[in-house]
């Protein structure tokens, strides 16, 4: 249990008070994405009534954070593709210390304790030895996560369903060496070689024992896998497939946002506008491979296309992978003038036999009243930390192309131990000294560090006369104690300098990696209720009930007309559409898969506003 940890944490205390002020990057406490889609699982985790047929494969790249579950039996593992960029198909399975609610086990320790595991389904395996029945995965130690320790491992246990025993048969060794490498089993044993055989991995992790401050307790021991196969007439050496596939997801194609406000961007669009859209894919066949290349614009609120073009055929040799910018010629247009919203997808013309679901992936260009560097996914904590932190300041850089009024700052802080971060600091504003923060031109004191409601943990504390901003600015924070405030940090989204912070009287360009998750909201007086809320121009009243729902929602139309040109799409994170259909009081949403959606009314196709939506299982 975690109280095993308090003793040994006053200790350290004691013991390294004399640590002087500095950066510091911990694990999370919890995971937003998973907490947001947590319920119990669908399938026992004991045995199955009926058996998956060979082959059995997984390459992880669903929409969903919880692995697919006709293919295993518990959603302990983390489904993403932030923890790694070296993953051979987009999408990986992460162990860690982070169970399946979204929170840090309780059983976390700074001993050797079982964290996550995969199990797969009943599988049917009552062939012969002769049929040469091999499994096989991808693993990768730390990723862009915590690396393993000495004494923490990853195992690999198969069950025998006559003995109903598991037993191990591979363990990951120690390496300091990060990158995906290969692994696979023969299964020849006749204990095995029968109808509801099982394989599961296990994670054993341990937290850092270096840590002198509850509110820095966090995720750790990270492991990645991906590409695992389990089938007959392979050998030793099969280890490769006949796939081309994504191995990361598109990203946004501005210079230098991930998403910023509407009424800004069109001050500046030649200026902001990317000039291709980048993507990265992988040729994972032992063979040359010839692919073609698209690319779609989709207006979402005017639910049409908005510009489409192929980057042509090409070859890609053997066990490559290529970085390609795709040229866009083109700028985010629309008729809306509060916001936008586009999905853009990518997707590859492959071979007929090639697995699909790795060939095609999406981003939501999301233009609001907020700038945003950071992709609104943390993966672990920042903060300063150590003797001398007290007064220490933390300062993010962001430009206005325009006059404007800065109305809120939303900021993701983790959850802590123990609320350990629960403490008052100062939310700051400067404007510009010559690339580093000058004069303070607001400062709210004593504010409590808060964990948001929101789909990615922001909270927003509002300003409420507003402060007048133009051209470069900075917003941050003055912590009143040593204590660790952990923020949430993005390690996807390089800081390119813009992040800085102020110790012993003096100002330092940051040195980690990644962005701290800060926000400034811009424009006319809001009532905040989320970030990244997308209004379009008729901000005509409705809603929806119960929220989350699993089955059905029920429509209280509000300001929406009665007439038959009035439909309701409903629109995954990935800006796919789930449901169009004629507005009505009550709308059938039990298909969907568990997970957050945008429902857009749309007048005569014409987006009239838009709702978040929870699904439940």
Known sequence: MLKRVIPYLLI???????????????????????????????????????????????????????????????????????????????????????????????SASTSIFMADQLTSQPINLDFPPSDNIWLSF??????????????????????????????????APFSEQKEFRPAILRIDNSRYLRKGFRFRFINYASLSPNLNDPSMIGNCDHWNIDYVMLNRNRHAADTTFADVAFTRGLRSVLKTHESMPWKQFRQVSLQEMGAFIPIRYRNNDIITRNITRNFQVWDVYRNQQAHFFTAGATNISPLTTI?????????????????????????????DFDPKQNDTVRYLQTFSNYFAFDDGSSEGGYGING????????????????????????????DSYL????????????????????NLIYSREEVMVEQGSEINGFYTYSLPDGVPVNDVFYVGWRQRSETFLNAGFDVNTPNNGRQLYWLNGSWNQSQVNGSV????????????????????????????????????????????????????????????????????????????????????PRINGRAAGHYRLVKSR
Not at 56 to 79: A, L, N, T
Not at 146 to 154: H, T
Not at 419 to 438: E, I, S
């Open 138 to 171: 991808w693993y990768q130690p730390g990723g862009l996560g915590d690396m393993p320790g000495a004494g923490d491992s990853l195992t690999l246990q198969f069950f025998a369903p006559d003995e109903q025993t598991w037993y191990s048969v591979w363990k």
């Open 387 to 414: 003797l001398g932190s007290r007064n220490a300041m933390v300062a993010y850089r962001f430009k206005s192309y325009m006059e404007d009024t800065l109305r809120a700052i939303s900021i993701c802080f983790n």
């Open 12 to 106: 350290l205390n004691l013991l390294l008070t004399g640590t002087h002020a500095q950066e510091v990057i911990t694990g999370l406490q919890s995971q937003y994405r998973i907490i947001r889609e947590h319920s119990k699982p669908l399938l026992t985790k004991g045995m199955a009534a009926d058996t998956v047929n060979l082959p059995f494969f997984d390459d992880f790249s669903g929409s969903s954070v919880f692995p697919d579950p006709g293919k295993w039996s518990d959603d302990y593992v983390f489904i993403n593709n932030t923890y790694s960029d070296m993953q051979p198909t987009t999408g990986i399975a992460t162990f860690d210390a982070i169970d399946n609610t979204g929170r840090l086990y309780e």
């Open 323 to 351: 970085d390609f910018d795709a040229n866009l010629i083109y700028t985010f247009n629309t008729t809306y003038t509060d916001s936008a919203l586009f999905r853009i997808t990518a997707w590859l013309i492959t071979d």
């Open 419 to 438: 609320n350990a971060n629960k403490r008052l600091f100062d939310l700051m504003v400067w404007d510009d000294n010559l690339g580093t923060p000058g």
């Open 517 to 600: 998750m800060i926000r400034p909201i811009v424009g006319d007086p809001i009532k905040i209720t989320r970030i990244d809320d997308i209004v379009p121009d008729e901000k005509l009243k409705f809603r929806i009930w119960p929220n989350p729902a699993s089955g059905y929602i029920n429509i209280d139309r509000g300001d929406l007309p009665v007439h038959n040109n009035v439909t309701l799409s409903v629109i995954d994170l990935q800006g796919r559409e789930q449901i169009s259909v004629p507005l009505s009081d009550q709308i059938d949403i039990s298909k969907l898969p568990a997970g957050i959606y945008i429902i857009i």
